[in-house]
Nanobody
């Protein structure tokens, strides 16, 4: 069992930056794929970024590539999402997700992840 707790959301002006963090319980953190997803009002949950496992491959949604950076700290059991050059379309609830058996072709599918955090609101507005 893995518990995930996100933090770092808030209100930011367009062009600004935010850093989200996700703290994971358990001692198998290194073996888990850790992903970030987001869900805007009235829309489906969508993939943002994923780190397959410690030292593994990283993937981004095209909409955030070059602006967002995912990183993980295995010593602290945390995964972070640095978000720069934020735009209003980035407004959503952001969720951290984890899974230990997910395959490459399913990394962008929210339905494939077993564990989720409670979410943190990010609002980009002037």
């Amino acid at each position: 069992q893995v518990q995930l707790v996100e933090s770092g959301g808030g209100l930011v002006q367009p062009g600004g930056s935010l850093r989200l963090s996700c703290a994971a319980s358990g001692d198998a953190f290194r073996r888990y794929a850790m992903g970030w997803f987001r869900q805007a009002p009235g829309k489906e949950r969508e993939f943002v970024a994923v780190s397959r496992k410690s030292g593994g491959s990283i993937y981004y949604a095209d909409s955030v590539k070059g602006r967002f950076t995912i990183s993980r700290d295995s010593a602290m059991n945390t995964v972070s999402l640095q978000m720069n050059s934020l735009i209003p379309e980035d407004t959503a609830v952001y969720y951290c997700a984890a899974d230990s058996t997910i395959i490459l072709s399913e990394l962008r599918n929210p339905g494939a992840y077993d564990y989720w955090g409670q979410g943190t609101q990010v609002t980009v507005s002037s």
